[in-house]
């Protein structure tokens, strides 16, 4: 399964020179990535590849002291975060074990969709709210009660409360579009779909994810659709959003779905998202998990599909890099190797 993809990836690996400047990682990882970015064959020096059992002919390469040093010091670093996978493992597995599959889940499901698609209705007219979001990218318009969203949201109420209103915030006139609105926020960073959802999630406790991966297109999970309207959007989106907004406890309900619907299919997928610049937390939860079932993970079909696409694209992600130096030491360790 492993015989094509994996010389192509150490070739693609051997010739990427990642710009480590905005990795948005930690110092030390970054001190170590940097000078491993022109020794990717280090990655694949091992007799057997540390990936599918696969069996290379690599070059090895010649690190002075000081590189291979921060190398080493930069994978104890990552390892360190993720002592606690097997702590997580068990924790998800007792989740699971009392979550129920009775016959009554498909109706609750219905019902979680009904309160979504009617909540998401209502917000996109003005009565009774004061305040108009306004969606560049796709000319949306989603209402809120300005006094709602700022006794649950810290950021809200200061937005809505302090000068930097002024600077955030148009006072609407006669703009015929938000005629009753006090103000009206143009937003440009976030969808409108997840603007919605953590809306919805404030007035209800309700909130609907995408299934984490995408295991024939390698790209983003297509959202559940009812009535044309979106009701589910991607835990990074909401975590993203979750962040902005100072919602911590959405944060960790977030961060408690992926831990609890991360499978060796699409933890790769997860991987290889963009995460330069965002909040640490769910990366270390996924990578955590990887290393944890790198047995299984590494054996997925799964695996070997989001490769191909990187082969293509030709830059892997930072976590996705972070991956493969943990998988490295997994390996070394196995075979009684040192760092």
């Not at 998800?92 to 009554?104: F, I, N, P």
């Not at 209705?121 to 949306?140: G, I, N």
């Not at 209800?204 to 994810?209: E, N, P, Q, S």
């Amino acid at each position: 399964m492993f015989s094509t993809v994996w010389p192509e990836l150490a070739r693609t690996f051997n010739n990427y020179r990642p710009d480590w400047s905005s990795a948005g990682s930690d110092s030390a990882f970054e001190q170590g990535a940097d000078a491993t970015s022109s020794y990717w064959k280090l990655i694949f020096m091992f007799r057997r590849c540390g990936l599918g059992g696969e069996l290379l002919e690599t070059k090895l390469v010649d690190l002075d002291n000081e590189q291979s040093k921060m190398i080493q010091a930069a994978v104890s670093v990552i390892g360190a975060k993720h002592k606690i996978a097997v702590m997580q493992g068990e924790a998800r597995t007792a989740r699971r074990e009392r979550a129920s599959d009775s016959a009554e889940a498909p109706l609750a499901r219905d019902g979680t969709n009904a309160v979504l698609r009617s909540f998401q209705v209502l917000r996109s007219s003005p009565h009774p709210f004061d305040v108009c979001f306004k969606f560049k990218d796709d000319d949306t318009e989603v209402w809120e009660s300005s006094s709602f969203l700022a006794a649950k949201s810290k950021y809200f109420k200061t937005l809505f409360d302090s000068e930097l209103a002024e600077k955030v915030l148009k006072t609407v006139g006669d703009d015929q579009l938000c005629q009753q609105a006090r103000h009206l926020v143009e937003v440009t960073e976030y969808s409108s779909s997840v603007y919605q959802a953590v809306f919805t999630w404030l007035r209800t406790g309700l909130v609907k994810f995408a299934p984490l991966g995408d295991t024939q297109k390698g790209t983003e999970p297509d959202s559940q659709v009812i009535g044309e309207i979106e009701c589910d959007v991607t835990a990074l989106s909401v975590y993203r959003l979750g962040h902005h907004l100072q919602l911590l406890e959405l944060v960790e309900l977030t961060l408690a779905w992926v831990d609890d619907n991360l499978s060796p299919d699409n933890v790769i997928f997860e991987l290889s998202r963009d995460w330069t610049g965002l909040p640490t937390e769910m990366k270390e939860k996924i990578l955590a998990f990887a290393v944890a079932n790198w047995d299984d993970v590494r054996r997925s079909k799964h695996t070997t599909s989001v490769l191909k696409t990187i082969i293509g694209q030709g830059h892997p992600s930072v976590a996705l890099i972070e991956l493969l130096l943990l998988a490295l030491k997994v390996e070394y360790q196995e075979v009684g190797l040192k760092w």
